[in-house]
């Protein structure tokens, strides 16, 4: 595979980590084609360009890293995107990994908890041309409500379980009287607050005082 038309000199690097991907497993050619797109160099700092294409991470800023190409061909993977989903990272870092994502599906929001690496990334983003990506400041273990549901969520850092948040899925019911039944239709995937009473959830401090 070519490295994909980007048009500058670190072309040879970026097919040597190609290589690197494929022997390490990747077979995925939509993921192989992303990684032959994007220019990581854009996303390392300026001491670190000569090995941008090394597979190893490397060094953000505020006590960070961008993660290891070969680790994430390997979530990528998993992702099995089609192309025309919607899709959460959590942990923007670098941008790098969203501009991976912003090739395999239709739109990216990416949250991170460092606004500064948040900017950086944004900058790097916008010179990479990943046009699809939103970065969003904020603590990504809550999700982000305002466009979700997601069809793919990439966790790129470690945590003690799954967030809960990720993974709580709402759905619109529509319930009708037939006689003495209550027939329940599933309208589709919703995002709503949560209904909070007697015969609801408890108020939050409820909850608390439960615990
Ligand atoms: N995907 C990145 C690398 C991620 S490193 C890349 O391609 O470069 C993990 C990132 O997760 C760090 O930038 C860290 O600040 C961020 N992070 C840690 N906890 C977080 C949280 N709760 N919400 C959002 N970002 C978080």
Not at 32 to 44: D, G, M, Q
Not at 173 to 181: C, K, L, N, T
Request: net charge negative; proline share 6%.
């Amino acid at each position: 595979m070519e490295s994909g038309g980007l048009s500058d000199s670190y072309g040879g690097y970026r097919a040597q980590l190609l290589e690197r991907l494929r022997s390490n497993g990747t077979t995925d050619m939509a993921v192989l084609r992303a990684f032959a797109e994007t220019p990581r160099h854009l996303f390392v700092p300026e001491a670190f360009r000569n090995r941008a294409y090394d597979d190893v991470s490397l060094p953000i800023g505020n006590g960070q890293t961008i993660s290891q190409p070969s680790t994430q061909a390997r979530y990528l993977e998993a992702l099995q995107l089609e192309g025309r989903e919607r899709v959460l990272e959590v942990g923007t870092g670098s941008g790098y990994q969203a501009a991976l994502l912003c090739k395999l599906a239709d739109e990216v929001v990416s949250v991170e908890r460092v606004p500064e690496l948040a900017e950086q990334a944004r900058s790097a983003l916008a010179r990479a041309g990943a046009k699809e990506v939103t970065v969003v400041v904020g603590d990504g273990t809550l999700g982000w409500a305002p466009r979700a549901p997601y069809e793919g969520i990439v966790v790129a850092a470690a945590s003690p379980e799954v967030p809960q948040p990720l993974v709580r899925s709402q759905e619109l019911y529509r319930v009708r009287r037939e006689g003495d039944d209550l027939v329940e239709e599933v309208l589709g995937p919703a995002q709503f607050v949560r209904l909070v009473g007697r015969h609801g959830f408890p108020a939050e401090s409820d909850a608390e005082a439960q615990c």
